[in-house]
Nanobody, 123 residues
Framework: QVELVESGGGLVQPGGSLRLSCAAT????????MAWFRQAPGKDREFVAG????????SYIDSVKGRFTISRDNAKSSVYLQMDSLKPEDTAVYYC????????????????WGQGTQVTVSS
C-alpha cells in the first residue's frame, strides 16, 4: 500500500499562488491514477483534479479549470498541484489520493490517502 504525504499548504492572499506536493512512500506510483481532493469546513470532500499514470490525461472540477494544474513525476514518486489565482472559496484541506484504474471523481474509489494540507486564501 502506497502512503502519501502532502505539503505546501499555507496562507495566501486572493490572487496568489501555492504549489502543493504529494510524496509517495512504500511503493511506486507509476501505475496509479493520482488525484487531489479538498474539504472545506462543514462540507463534504470533493474532487479537484486527477491525472492518469502517464500524465497524458487530466481532469479538473469546473471551478478550478484554468487556475489549477495537476502534474506528476513518477521518477520522484510525486504529484503536484499548482494553484494560481486563488480565491477565498478555495480555502480547504487538500488531500492527495491514489488508485489503480482510471480517473474518478468519487472518493470511495481511491485506496490511498494523505493526511491533508491546509490552504487558506484570505486578505
Amino acid at each position: 500500500q502506497v502512503e502519501l504525504v502532502e505539503s505546501g499548504g499555507g496562507l495566501v492572499q486572493p490572487g496568489g499562488s501555492l504549489r502543493l506536493s504529494c510524496a509517495a512512500t512504500g511503493g511506486t506510483i507509476s501505475s496509479y491514477v493520482m488525484a487531489w481532493f479538498r474539504q472545506a469546513p462543514g462540507k463534504d470532500r470533493e474532487f479537484v483534479a486527477g491525472i492518469n499514470w502517464s500524465g497524458g490525461n487530466t481532469s479538473y472540477i469546473d471551478s478550478v479549470k484554468g487556475r489549477f494544474t495537476i502534474s506528476r513525476d513518477n521518477a520522484k514518486s510525486s504529484v503536484y498541484l499548482q494553484m494560481d489565482s486563488l480565491k477565498p472559496e478555495d480555502t480547504a484541506v487538500y488531500y492527495c489520493a491514489a488508485r489503480a484504474g482510471s480517473i474518478s471523481v468519487q472518493q470511495m474509489n481511491y485506496s490511498s490517502w494523505g493526511q491533508g494540507t491546509q490552504v487558506t486564501v484570505s486578505s
